[in-house]
């Protein structure tokens, strides 16, 4: 064996190893490694494992969305399916669960009893209230009758306070009042509509008028009449809303707009009902719907009047006509004397005047009418162009084909509204 080892040593000996071209191949490769970047993208590749969880999500959320839609019109289309009680007993369900009110919050409630201070409500709750006599009406009230409240009445209320066990409450109905008075101001204000206001103070910018249980602020700008605040003190005066704005507490209102709209309905003979004022040695100053108008002495009556005093008292009613209304200086010119159906008639029988008021006031506009067309007509006279002429009787008359040829009659003319 070992010398046959031998002999196939010496037939297949190798080339002796070099160390020093090992050394030079190695440095080779390492520079090459230093001075070239790899040339490769790595990409990400999803697994089959992945694909399969996708999957499965949106299979999930697919079944999802379809139990929600066929809920959706269950509840559209049958919405009492499947429910073993019927709304009625909801309802009676709802009635009688002890609900816990809050303060700030409206409850219903009965009231119980009365007594000289306030009230005791009993709430749907179960729980029992007091309603304090401050807290019972919008207005100024000594107790709670005046403020309509008797026992069985049943109210909302809003609570105001409670105490540390929640079981009695303070309520108001004043502040259910406050925020109905709000919106109705609101609603007149859309309206445009003119309403009392009575005035209940003074500062140096103008008045304050009550309105609605509300304290509105009327400018002096906005004052139609030139009298002072104290005597406008106590009155009611028409009034309309400038601005409403609950959130500032802010109600201003102007006396001048709503007299603007009254007046606009007063012609030259209309008759109206009135109030004496004040009397002075020239008149009696009328107050017609909160706009005074001045009662002439030479038109009190077609007698002479030495004494107003003796025909005339302060808050006497009375009916008079209307003269003359200058819009822009908010001044009318009133009469009695025109409504007498006897001259004297104001002195002697001033009832009979009252009477025949509107009738005196029809002929009295219908002269008017008579005299305008008799003035036009005049005007006629020197346009023969025109074709028409007026006879003796007062008929005015035409002298073209397409006319009658009794002429047009003027003795009877609706009455003129304005003039």
């Not at 299979?59 to 019109?73: C, G, I, N, S």
């Not at 109705?184 to 209940?200: A, M, P, S, W, Y």
Request: proline share 4%.
């Amino acid at each position: 064996m070992a010398s046959l080892a031998q002999q196939l040593g010496g037939a297949l000996q190798c080339p002796p190893f070099s160390t020093t071209r090992l050394s030079k191949h190695c440095n080779h490769l390492s520079n090459s490694k230093q001075t070239q970047k790899p040339n490769f993208v790595v990409r990400a590749v999803a697994s089959p494992a992945s694909v399969g969880v996708s999957n499965a999500e949106t299979r999930e959320r697919q079944r999802l969305k379809q139990l929600f839609q066929d809920a959706y019109e269950r509840c559209r289309k049958s919405p009492l399916q499947g429910v073993s009680f019927t709304l009625d007993d909801f309802v009676s369900k709802i009635e009688n669960f002890d609900v816990f009110p809050e303060t700030g919050g409206k409850v219903k409630g009965k009231v119980i009893n009365v007594d000289s201070h306030g009230a005791v409500v009993d709430l749907a709750s179960k729980s029992t209230a007091y309603l304090p006599v401050r807290e019972a009406c919008i207005h100024n009230v000594r107790n709670v009758e005046q403020a309509g409240i008797v026992r069985g009445m049943v109210e909302e209320f809003e609570i105001i306070e409670e105490d540390n066990d929640g079981d009695n409450f303070i309520i108001s109905l004043r502040k259910v009042q406050y925020d109905l008075a709000w919106e109705r101001c609101r609603q007149l204000q859309t309206e445009d509509v003119i309403v009392k206001g009575k005035v209940v103070g003074a500062n140096k910018g103008g008045v304050v008028a009550m309105v609605e249980g509300l304290r509105g602020f009327v400018p002096f700008s906005q004052i139609l009449t030139m009298a002072d605040a104290e005597v406008l003190f106590g009155k009611e005066i028409p009034l309309k809303f400038m601005e409403v704005d609950e959130e500032e507490s802010t109600l201003v209102l102007s006396n001048r707009k709503a007299m603007a709209d009254s007046q606009a309905q007063l012609g030259i003979g209309s008759v109206v009902v009135g109030t004496v004022q004040s009397l002075k040695p020239y008149g009696a100053f009328i107050d017609i719907g909160g706009m005074n108008g001045l009662l002439h002495v030479s038109q009190i009556s077609h007698d002479r009047v030495a004494d107003i005093a003796t025909v005339l008292q302060p808050g006497d009613t009375l009916k008079v006509m209307i003269l003359s209304h200058d819009r822009e200086r908010g001044r009318v010119s009133l009469s009695t004397k025109k409504l007498e159906p006897t001259p004297g008639d104001m002195v002697r029988n001033p009832e009979l005047v009252f009477e025949k008021a509107e009738e005196m006031a029809q002929t009295f506009r219908q002269r008017i009418a008579q005299a305008e067309a008799m003035a036009r007509a005049d005007m006629l006279r020197f346009q023969p162009e025109s074709g028409l002429n007026l006879s003796v009787e007062g008929i005015l008359g035409t002298l073209a084909e397409d006319l009658p040829v009794d002429g047009l009659d003027l003795t009877d003319i609706p009455p003129a509204e304005d003039l």
